[in-house]
C-alpha cells in the first residue's frame, strides 16, 4: 500500500512515524513545500535566541529511519481524488492508495494591502529566516507587529531581545484576548511593556500602506506609522489552495469526520488545515496548535494502518515561556464558578473544571489538565485546586479522589 502525505509538520511526521510503527512494510511518500527537514514550530524561537537546533525535532536522516520516501521544497498543487492522484508544481502526477492533507496554515491579515511585498511573519521557517535575517544583517532596527495574540507576543519578544525597537498594535484592550483572561493578561501586559515593548490598546489598524511595497501602517485614527520592518501578526488561515477542484469538503478547514476522514475516499486529514470538534464545547473549528496536530496525526496513522481509532476532540491551549514568568491557559476562559488566586484561576461549570490559567508557577498544568479531561465533578475537594502542593507530587490524582 502506498501513503502519501502532503505536509511535513508535526501532523505529517506523526501521521507517518504512527503508521510505520504498526506498518513495517507499506510505502510512505511525503512532501513538503519548505526546503527542511521537519521542525518544530514553536521552538523556533528558542532557535533564533540562542541557535539552539532545538526546532528541528528530528534528526537529519529522519526520512531514512523511519522509511519515508522525503521530498523537500516540493509544492503540491492539485489533488484528483477520483484517480487517487496529486499534481506537483512541475505538472508530473503521483499515485496514491491514500492520502494524509497535513497542509498547516498560513497567515491571515484581513487588512487592505496586505497582499504588498514587504510584510513579514513568524508562521513558517523560511518566513521566520528572512525576518531574522534583516534585523541581524543590519538592515533593520524598527518593527510595527499588527496584532498581539500569541504568535505576535512571541515575535516581538524575540526581536527586542534582538535588539529591535517594537511597537505592537492591539485592536482589543487586552493581549492574548482568546486566551488569557484580563487578570492574566495585564501581567503578560505589563512584562512586555517592562521588556521596551510599545504595546498599543484599542488601536485599530486599517491597511498596511505603499506604492509597490509596504511602507507603513494606517491607523483607523488616519494616523500612519512607519518602521523597517512590518509584520502581520493577525492569525492563521488554513492552507486550502490545493483542494480547488477536488471535491473535498471545506469551511474554514478541512472538514473530517471521527476517524479523520474527508469527505472523499480514502483521504484524510490533520492539523493546522482542519476543522475538529472541541472536546468542551462541542463545537467544530480550527484548532491550531502544535499538540492538536501531534495527537490527529497520530489518530490517523492509527487508521491508515487499520487500527480502527476516533478522535476524542481538540484542546484549547497555549504557553509563554519567553516573558521570563511562565503563563499556560488551558481551556474555556469562563463558568459558572471560579477559583482564583495569584497565580491560578481555575473555571468550574457543574461542578467540573473546564480550563484553567497558570502564571508563575505551572507545574499544576499536568494534574489540573487530567481532571479537566476526565469531567469529573470535583466540587467536594475543590479547595485543593488551590493548595501550592498540587503539582509538586504531594497531591496525586489518587489523593484527591479520596474525597469524592
Not at 504595546?199 to 509597490?212: D, E, M, Y
Not at 491550531?288 to 491551549?317: C, D, K, S, W
Not at 521570563?324 to 497565580?343: H, N, T, W, Y
Request: proline share 4%.
Amino acid at each position: 500500500m502506498k501513503i502519501v502525505i502532503i505536509g511535513a509538520g508535526p501532523a505529517g511526521v506523526s501521521a507517518a512515524e504512527t503508521l510505520r510503527a504498526h506498518d513495517p512494510h507499506c510505502d510512505i511518500v511525503m512532501f513538503s513545500a519548505e526546503p527542511y527537514p521537519p521542525y518544530s514550530p514553536p521552538a523556533m524561537i528558542d532557535h533564533f535566541l540562542t541557535g539552539s537546533q532545538a526546532h528541528l525535532w528530528r534528526e537529519a536522516d529522519w526520512p531514512k529511519q523511519t522509511g519515508v520516501v522525503y521530498h523537500s521544497g516540493v509544492e503540491v498543487t492539485a489533488i484528483q481524488p477520483q484517480t487517487h492522484s496529486i499534481t506537483l508544481q512541475d505538472g508530473s502526477k503521483v499515485d496514491y492508495d491514500r492520502l494524509v492533507l497535513a497542509t498547516g496554515g498560513s497567515l491571515y491579515a484581513p487588512l487592505q494591502g496586505a497582499d504588498l511585498p514587504g510584510i513579514y511573519n513568524f508562521k513558517s521557517l523560511s518566513a521566520a529566516e528572512v525576518l531574522v535575517e534583516k534585523v541581524k544583517s543590519g538592515q533593520a532596527s524598527s518593527a510595527i507587529i499588527v496584532g498581539a495574540g500569541f504568535i505576535g507576543m512571541e515575535i516581538a519578544l524575540l526581536l527586542r531581545e534582538l535588539g529591535v525597537q517594537v511597537t505592537q498594535i492591539e485592536m482589543l484592550d487586552q493581549v492574548m484576548s482568546t486566551m488569557l483572561d484580563s487578570q492574566t493578561a495585564a501581567v503578560a501586559l505589563g512584562i512586555l511593556r517592562e521588556r521596551g515593548i510599545d504595546v498599543r490598546l484599542n488601536t485599530k489598524a486599517k491597511a498596511f500602506v505603499g506604492n509597490k511595497q509596504a511602507e507603513g501602517v494606517q491607523l483607523e485614527s488616519g494616523e500612519v506609522l512607519r518602521a523597517d520592518l512590518l509584520i502581520a501578526a493577525t492569525g492563521i488561515k488554513p492552507n486550502l489552495k490545493l483542494l480547488q477542484g477536488s471535491g473535498i469538503a471545506h469551511k474554514w478547514g478541512i472538514t473530517v469526520d471521527v476517524h479523520l476522514q474527508t469527505s472523499a475516499a480514502d483521504v484524510y486529514a490533520a492539523g493546522d488545515a482542519v476543522e475538529t470538534v472541541d472536546r468542551l464545547t462541542g463545537e467544530t473549528y480550527v484548532h491550531a496548535i502544535f499538540p492538536n496536530a501531534v495527537e490527529q496525526g497520530r489518530v490517523v496513522g492509527l487508521n491508515l494502518a487499520g487500527i480502527e481509532t476516533l478522535y476524542e476532540g481538540a484542546e484549547r491551549m497555549n504557553s509563554l515561556k519567553h516573558l521570563g514568568l511562565p503563563i499556560m491557559a488551558v481551556g474555556l476562559k469562563s463558568g459558572d464558578e471560579v477559583l482564583q488566586d495569584r497565580q491560578r484561576t481555575i473555571y468550574l461549570k457543574e461542578g467540573c473544571v473546564v480550563g484553567f490559567q497558570l502564571v508563575g508557577d505551572i507545574r499544576a498544568a499536568g494534574i489540573l489538565r487530567t481532571i479537566m479531561n476526565r469531567r469529573e465533578n470535583i466540587r467536594r475537594y475543590k479547595d485543593l485546586l488551590l493548595s501550592p502542593n498540587l503539582g509538586q507530587g504531594m497531591i496525586t490524582w489518587k489523593a484527591m479522589t479520596a474525597y469524592l
